[in-house]
C-alpha cells in the first residue's frame, strides 16, 4: 500500500484566531488512484469530502472502507441518511488527510503498510517531504 497526500490549496475565510474558518483542498493518491478531498473547518465542526461532491467521509472499522454519507429530510420529520461506497479511497488515505489537517502539514505525505500475515493493512511508515517520521507521533 501506498499513499501520497499533498495539500494543494487554502482558502481562509476568517482567518481570526478566535473563529478559524475556511477550507483545505488536497489531492490523494491511494495505490494509484486520484481523489480530490476537500477539508472544511469553522466553529461548529469539521468535515471531510470528495471536491465538487454532497456527502461527508467515513471509514467504517468493521469493513475497512471509507464511505460518502449523504443527508436529506424525509418524510414525518425524518431523515433519509445514504452511505455510498468510495472505490478505491482506503481509511488510511482518510486518516492521512486528518493527520495534514491536525498538523497543519503543507508538506506531501507518503503513507505505506507492508502486508504482513496478521494485519495486511498496518501502517509501517510516514514520510513527511520524504524525510521519514515518527510513527507514534501521528497514530
Known amino acids: 500500500m501506498e499513499i501520497r497526500i499533498k495539500r494543494i490549496k487554502t482558502t481562509a475565510i476568517n482567518e481570526s484566531s478566535d473563529l478559524p474558518d475556511g ?4 489531492i490523494v493518491i491511494d495505490n494509484g488512484q486520484e481523489f ?17 461532491q454532497e456527502g461527508t467521509l467515513h471509514s467504517d472499522t468493521d ?8 443527508v436529506a429530510p424525509g418524510g414525518g420529520c425524518g431523515l433519509i441518511i445514504t452511505d455510498e461506497l468510495v472505490e478505491g479511497l482506503s481509511p488510511w488515505a482518510l486518516r492521512g488527510v486528518i493527520i495534514a489537517e491536525q498538523n497543519k502539514e503543507t508538506r506531501e505525505l507518503l503513507l505505506t503498510a507492508k502486508d504482513s500475515e496478521r494485519d495486511p493493512h498496518k501502517l509501517t511508515e510516514i514520510f513527511i517531504a520524504g524525510i521519514a517520521a515518527d510513527l507514534n507521533k501521528y497514530l
Open 23 to 26: 477550507t483545505n483542498a488536497y
Open 63 to 70: 469493513t475497512g472502507k471509507v464511505y460518502r454519507q449523504m
Open 36 to 52: 480530490s478531498i476537500t477539508c472544511r473547518f469553522h466553529i461548529h465542526g469539521n468535515s471531510i469530502r470528495l471536491a465538487g
